[in-house]
């Protein structure tokens, strides 16, 4: 009696979705983590308060979940447009490590100067040189090294 033994090895998934969808969630759970760090438990409210506006804070369970799925939905945004961009600038994915920190670094800026100053809250505030330094090491090494390097890693 003989029996033959195959040994199969998987492939790792390959393709947009694995690279966006991975790249997304890492990136969103390590500024999630960051967020709760550095801010209070209640910064989703905040974020929800993007679209809500100062209602948001006064939400409940609701409002909060909604301001978790957005943070996810915007790192996962983030890592599409990366994926995006490493279709057309083929030197983003072999020097994932840099281009990722700067990806992190334009991130920032686009939340910063863009995006939060169009949100539904209206808050001006000046920002001080100890927040900037953290927001944008946060950006550098909590989203853009992760979705980089997931783009890397899953894309074909």
């Known amino acids: ?6 040994l199969t090895v998987r492939q790792p998934m390959r393709g947009a979705l694995p690279a966006i969808l991975i790249g997304g969630v890492v990136a969103g759970a390590l500024d999630t983590i960051a967020a709760y760090v550095t801010l209070n438990p ?3 409210r905040a974020v929800a308060g993007g679209l809500l506006g ?3 804070f006064k939400g409940g369970a609701g409002v909060y979940a909604f301001g978790l ?6 790192a996962t945004g983030a890592a599409a447009v990366y994926y995006a961009f490493s279709r057309r600038l083929e ?3 072999p020097h994932f490590f840099v281009c990722g920190l700067f990806f992190g670094v334009a991130v920032y800026l ?4 863009i995006v939060l100053p169009l ?3 209206h808050v ?8 900037l330094i953290q927001g944008i090491l946060v950006h550098m090494f909590m989203i853009g090294l992760p979705i980089a390097g997931s783009v890397r890693r899953f894309s074909p």
């Open 1 to 6: 009696m003989s029996t033959s033994a195959s």
């Open 42 to 44: 209640g910064w989703p």
């Open 54 to 56: 100062m209602s948001a």
């Open 69 to 74: 799925f957005l943070e996810f939905f915007i």
């Open 91 to 93: 030197f983003l994915r």
């Open 110 to 113: 686009v939340m910063n100067l």
């Open 119 to 121: 949100c539904a809250l």
């Open 124 to 131: 001006h505030s000046a920002i001080s040189r100890s927040d």
